[in-house]
């Protein structure tokens, strides 16, 4: 490699060279310039004579595949780049067309990648008015990873990890040399040190906790301090330096899927963070909706009172009733789909074909070049049905497994059901995504724990499951990294956060829990809500990570966590069962879940005190039932004449195995 000309990108690095090393290809043979070459003086020395000559400094993606799409569009990056002529040296890669920005600050290069390319190394060779340069686009066949993309099941539970805030497995990525005073522990806003290795050393504890499958929050370059959290891109092929690299992410997957473990992607189509390149230079006029200087705010125009709806209460929804209304017109949608997150996150201009192809093409390198097994996707209705529907067309093309659940910040079924794919809305578009997480459910469920609100409020949730295609995908859950921790939350008593695990552990769908719930882990609102757990850093005197390092009430709420995963583990009822709702009002609910082979009883109490229900069994697939034994919980249940008389401890959770 030629110091000083390496292209330095976030896989594979691709050798890109500047000025005249296109001439030099060419003129090999030639012993002057190889000389030339082997000192690298007279490049920087031609480079510099010629300041007017083409420079690629960058190419995303870095890297193709063979057989994996019939075309891959290339953006360059670097100066003086308003090719005239674009060619490459492979036979089956050929040039269709190219566009370069009008400050020549980037080229996009469309190839066709012919049915007969076996792989190899294309050199392609831009030539401008004013010079010449290469750049290389290294192609490969397909890789065996084990597990890949494999998408997640019902039998799967998530656990949502920030990484920064988890672990820390190598202390020499805390501070990384180009973003100097970025971490520091004590602040709550900076880089902490917890890293991909910190993870990958604690997944024998997550696998014996029972967790399946990994979310792990952004892993793409962010740097700058304070966006520790990773929503803030800077470079979408590249992973973060504090959190390790690429070959630590694909180790981790690598590891995880040796366990049986799966990880889900965080992916955010909708914006990139302020600070990227592109934000200041777009590669095209139209790459974003706005700039900086001139954008939308995302945020709806409209009021709740539009809809004659309260104000939001607690985490801000924005009105997405007006984006699933098929009578508003497209001017109050707008703000939405096209404001700037935040007011500042360069919003994607997703209606832009080369906006499109440039994050499904991304998407599809992080799935090859890793084995990932699905996405999670932030701002979900930020962005427009018909990229979905593209960007999951172009996916599922290769990786027809591939899972993707989508964030629908939204307490109301009839929104968040019409983003779910499976069907066409009236929009006539299936944005294909496998299923939002259960955002109507989290609303209740903490109204229902925090505030007093009735148990019968989750009925009333879980019966607008006749809204959605496929509610057994839904994902509930009771907390993640945007919300106050139950543990923490005013009022809050280790009871509450049992019966938030009791609830979305055994109610349909497939359940995510957020790092530190499963020993406690207070936190309010944000930045506090994202601790370092204690024991990830070896200078920690506690470490909750081991069972001789918790405290008695963190391995309290850790067996009780543990031993309910071992029970859904062992009842496939409990993952895959259908739902009956038996029996519910202010503070119960009891329901059943049933397969062929078993039918499971939970009853679910938030009151004080203990209690005595009786269901009802007459009809329903319970009704031949003789005995129900406890197999989790304090709680009895007795069978006779078809009613089941089932006595709850007060705030408990009690599972009955129908016999
Ligand atoms: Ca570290
Ligand atoms: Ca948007």
Same mark, same amino acid.
């Given at each position: 490699?030629?110091?000083?000309?390496?292209?330095?990108?976030?896989?594979?690095?691709?050798?890109?060279?500047?000025?005249? /090393?296109?001439?030099?290809?060419?003129?090999? $043979?030639?012993?002057?310039?190889?000389?030339?070459? %082997?000192?690298?003086?007279?490049?920087?020395?031609?480079?510099?004579?010629?300041?007017?000559?083409?420079?690629?400094?960058?190419?995303?993606?870095?890297?193709? /595949?063979?057989?994996?799409?019939?075309?891959?569009?290339?953006?360059?990056?670097?100066?003086?780049?308003?090719?005239?002529?674009?060619?490459?040296?492979?036979?089956?890669?050929?040039?269709?067309?190219?566009?370069?920005?009008?400050?020549?600050?980037?080229?996009?290069?469309?190839?066709?990648?012919?049915?007969?390319?076996?792989?190899?190394?294309?050199?392609?060779?831009? $030539?401008?008015?004013?010079?010449?340069?290469?750049?290389?686009?290294?192609?490969?066949?397909?890789?065996?990873?084990?597990?890949?993309?494999?998408?997640?099941?019902?039998?799967?539970?998530?656990?949502?990890?920030?990484?920064?805030?988890?672990?820390?497995?190598?202390?020499?990525?805390?501070?990384?040399?180009?973003?100097?005073?970025?971490?520091?522990?004590?602040?709550?806003?900076?880089?902490?040190?917890?890293?991909?290795?910190?993870?990958?050393?604690?997944?024998?504890?997550?696998?014996?906790?029972?967790?399946?499958?990994?979310?792990?929050?952004?892993?793409?370059?962010?740097?700058?301090?304070?966006?520790?959290?990773?929503?803030?891109?800077?470079?979408?092929?590249?992973?973060?330096?504090?959190?390790?690299?690429?070959?630590?992410?694909?180790?981790?997957?690598?590891?995880?899927?040796?366990?049986?473990?799966?990880?889900?992607?965080?992916?955010?189509?909708?914006?990139?963070?302020?600070?990227?390149? /592109?934000?200041?230079?777009?590669?095209?006029?139209?790459?974003?909706?706005?700039?900086?200087?001139?954008?939308?705010?995302?945020?709806?125009?409209?009021?709740?009172?539009?809809?004659?709806?309260?104000?939001?209460?607690?985490?801000?929804?924005?009105?997405?009733?007006?984006?699933?209304?098929?009578?508003?017109?497209?001017?109050?949608?707008?703000?939405?789909?096209?404001?700037?997150?935040?007011?500042?996150?360069?919003?994607?201009?997703?209606?832009?074909?080369?906006?499109?192809?440039?994050?499904?093409?991304?998407?599809?390198?992080?799935?090859?070049?890793?084995?990932?097994?699905?996405?999670?996707?932030?701002?979900?209705?930020?962005?427009?049905?018909?990229?979905?529907?593209?960007?999951?067309?172009?996916?599922?093309?290769?990786?027809?497994?591939?899972?993707?659940?989508?964030?629908?910040?939204?307490?109301?079924?009839?929104?968040?059901?019409?983003?779910?794919?499976?069907?066409?809305? /009236?929009?006539?578009?299936?944005?294909?995504?496998? %299923?939002?997480?259960?955002?109507?459910?989290?609303?209740?469920?903490?109204?229902?724990?925090?505030?007093?609100?009735?148990?019968?409020?989750?009925?009333?949730?879980?019966?607008?499951?006749?809204?959605?295609?496929?509610?057994?995908?839904?994902?509930?859950?009771?907390?993640?990294?945007?919300?106050?921790?139950?543990?923490?939350?005013?009022?809050?008593?280790?009871?509450?956060?049992?019966?938030?695990?009791?609830?979305?552990?055994?109610?349909?769908?497939?359940?995510?829990?957020?790092?530190?719930?499963?020993?406690?882990?207070?936190?309010?609102?944000?930045?506090?809500?994202?601790?370092?757990?204690?024991?990830?850093?070896?200078?920690?005197?506690?470490?909750?990570?081991?069972?001789?390092?918790?405290?008695?009430?963190?391995?309290?709420?850790?067996?009780?966590?543990?031993?309910?995963?071992?029970?859904?583990?062992?009842?496939?009822?409990?993952?895959?069962?259908?739902?009956?709702?038996?029996?519910?009002?202010?503070?119960?609910?009891?329901?059943?879940?049933?397969?062929?082979?078993?039918?499971?009883?939970?009853?679910?109490?938030?009151?004080?005190?203990?209690?005595?229900?009786?269901?009802?069994?007459?009809?329903?697939?319970?009704?031949?039932?003789?005995?129900?034994?406890?197999?989790?919980?304090?709680?009895?249940?007795?069978? $006779?004449?078809?009613?089941?008389?089932?006595?709850?401890?007060?705030?408990?959770?009690?599972?009955?195995?129908?016999?």
């Amino acid at each position: 490699m030629i110091r000083g000309l390496r292209c330095v990108s976030g896989g594979k690095e691709p050798r890109c060279n500047t000025g005249t /090393w296109g001439t030099r290809v060419r003129a090999f $043979a030639g012993m002057i310039l190889l000389a030339g070459v %082997a000192t690298g003086i007279s490049l920087r020395a031609q480079e510099s004579a010629n300041p007017d000559a083409p420079a690629v400094k960058k190419v995303e993606p870095p890297n193709w /595949w063979v057989g994996l799409t019939p075309d891959v569009m290339l953006l360059l990056s670097g100066k003086n780049l308003r090719a005239t002529h674009v060619s490459c040296n492979l036979r089956e890669v050929v040039v269709s067309r190219t566009q370069s920005s009008d400050d020549g600050q980037y080229l996009f290069v469309w190839l066709k990648l012919g049915p007969e390319l076996h792989g190899g190394t294309a050199v392609c060779r831009i $030539a401008t008015a004013r010079g010449e340069a290469t750049f290389e686009l290294p192609i490969a066949a397909r890789q065996q990873i084990l597990g890949r993309n494999q998408g997640i099941s019902l039998d799967d539970v998530i656990y949502l990890i920030m990484p920064d805030r988890f672990a820390n497995g190598d202390s020499l990525n805390d501070e990384p040399a180009e973003f100097p005073g970025s971490h520091d522990r004590a602040q709550p806003h900076a880089y902490h040190g917890g890293d991909l290795r910190g993870v990958e050393q604690h997944l024998d504890y997550l696998k014996d906790l029972g967790v399946t499958t990994l979310w792990l929050t952004p892993i793409v370059k962010n740097g700058v301090a304070q966006d520790y959290h990773g929503y803030g891109t800077t470079d979408l092929y590249a992973v973060d330096p504090h959190l390790g690299t690429l070959a630590d992410y694909q180790e981790l997957v690598q590891a995880a899927h040796k366990q049986q473990m799966k990880v889900l992607f965080d992916v955010v189509p909708n914006h990139v963070g302020p600070r990227h390149p /592109w934000a200041a230079h777009p590669p095209m006029p139209d790459w974003f909706h706005g700039t900086p200087e001139h954008h939308l705010k995302a945020g709806s125009p409209l009021k709740g009172s539009f809809y004659g709806l309260p104000d939001p209460k607690e985490i801000t929804n924005d009105v997405f009733e007006s984006l699933v209304d098929p009578h508003t017109p497209p001017q109050l949608r707008r703000n939405l789909t096209e404001g700037w997150f935040a007011g500042i996150l360069p919003d994607m201009n997703t209606e832009n074909p080369a906006v499109v192809q440039y994050l499904a093409q991304n998407s599809i390198w992080w799935a090859e070049t890793t084995g990932l097994d699905g996405y999670r996707i932030d701002t979900f209705p930020y962005v427009s049905r018909e990229f979905w529907a593209q960007w999951h067309t172009a996916l599922r093309r290769i990786y027809p497994r591939l899972s993707t659940i989508g964030e629908v910040f939204h307490p109301d079924p009839t929104v968040t059901s019409f983003y779910q794919g499976g069907r066409k809305g /009236w929009d006539g578009i299936d944005t294909q995504l496998t %299923a939002p997480f259960d955002f109507p459910l989290y609303f209740a469920l903490r109204d229902v724990l925090l505030n007093g609100a009735p148990a019968g409020k989750l009925v009333n949730i879980l019966r607008q499951d006749s809204l959605y295609p496929h509610p057994e995908f839904l994902v509930p859950f009771f907390g993640n990294h945007d919300t106050t921790r139950i543990s923490g939350t005013q009022g809050e008593t280790p009871a509450r956060l049992k019966l938030a695990f009791g609830l979305i552990l055994t109610v349909r769908g497939i359940p995510e829990f957020y790092y530190g719930d499963e020993i406690g882990m207070p936190g309010g609102r944000d930045p506090d809500n994202r601790r370092d757990v204690p024991g990830g850093w070896r200078e920690d005197e506690q470490n909750a990570f081991t069972k001789i390092g918790r405290t008695l009430k963190q391995e309290e709420m850790h067996e009780f966590v543990s031993a309910l995963l071992a029970v859904r583990a062992q009842h496939p009822a409990l993952r895959r069962g259908k739902l009956w709702s038996l029996a519910s009002d202010d503070t119960t609910y009891v329901f059943m879940r049933e397969t062929e082979e078993e039918r499971m009883v939970v009853a679910f109490h938030t009151g004080k005190d203990a209690r005595e229900i009786v269901v009802p069994l007459l009809d329903t697939p319970a009704q031949e039932a003789t005995i129900a034994p406890a197999i989790f919980g304090t709680g009895r249940a007795e069978l $006779a004449g078809k009613t089941m008389r089932v006595r709850v401890p007060g705030q408990s959770v009690s599972v009955f195995l129908l016999q």
